[in-house]
T-cell receptor, first 115, second 117 residues
Framework: AQKVTQAQTEISVVEKEDVTLDCVYE???????LFWYKQPPSGELVFLIR??????QNEISGRYSWNFQKSTSSFNFTITASQVVDSAVYFC????????????FGAGTRLTVKP | EPEVTQTPSHQVTQMGQEVILRCVPI?????FYWYRQILGQKVEFLVS????????KSEIFDDQFSVERPDGSNFTLKIRSTKLEDSAMYFC???????????????FGPGTRLTVL
């Protein structure tokens, strides 16, 4: 069975602070994919990143960075120098090719960035 | 850039009525999905569809639900007799193909907000 845990329900920071959103996953499959999506107040799901299980290289995209560690089954997301526009709910998700790649989402972390 | 579209953006219906939510996946995609998000909760998988049949469904996807690809472009979710607890945002997603290529990411539509009164 696949499971994603986002233990942080809500996080509030002040603009320009760095913030890390935690994601821990469970799967018995050796091949899997991890994702982060952003859901702004408008409700759509905005794709941020996809990681394959065989690629543990960390990634940086502008102010966003992701730390994938198979040893701890974690895929954490850091926003550097946060901005008000980063305020949203962020979902971590997991899929595997063994179940047709349907996605299992975590409960989400609501990030509020105050000016 | 190609995108998944969904109509309507908001549907209001009376309990017990049938609703059909429509999705147009990205044109060269082969795998299609429906997800549900009750307000304030996580996104939940409902069903996946490939080669004109259901590939997998969750325990949420009971006999009240059905999916169809009536033509080459649309992918629909039907709820036969809506209940109050069906009120949620419904997301459609599509994916190009299987395997481990970067194109295997699911792309989500903007969602249809269903309100059952």
């Amino acid at each position: 069975a696949q499971k994603v845990t986002q233990a942080q329900t809500e996080i509030s920071v002040v603009e320009k602070e760095d913030v890390t959103l935690d994601c821990v996953y469970e799967t018995r499959d050796t091949t899997y994919y991890l994702f982060w999506y952003k859901q702004p107040p408008s409700g759509e799901l905005v794709f941020l990143i996809r990681r394959n299980s065989f690629d543990e290289q960390n990634e940086i995209s502008g102010r966003y960075s992701w730390n994938f560690q198979k040893s701890t089954s974690s895929f954490n997301f850091t926003i550097t120098a946060s901005q008000v526009v980063d305020s949203a709910v962020y979902f971590c998700a997991l899929s595997t090719p063994y179940n047709n790649n349907d996605m299992r989402f975590g409960a989400g972390t609501r990030l509020t960035v105050k000016p | 850039e190609p995108e998944v579209t969904q109509t309507p953006s908001h549907q209001v219906t009376q309990m017990g009525q049938e609703v059909i939510l429509r999705c147009v996946p990205i044109s060269n995609h082969l795998y299609f999905y429906w997800y549900r998000q009750i307000l304030g909760q996580k996104v939940e998988f409902l069903v996946s569809f490939y080669n004109n049949e259901i590939s997998e469904k969750s325990e949420i996807f009971d006999d009240q639900f059905s999916v169809e690809r009536p033509d080459g472009s649309n992918f629909t979710l039907k709820i036969r007799s809506t209940k109050l607890e069906d009120s949620a945002m419904y997301f459609c997603a599509s994916r190009e193909a299987g395997g481990l290529r970067p194109t295997d990411t699911q792309y989500f539509g903007p969602g249809t907000r269903l309100t059952v009164l």
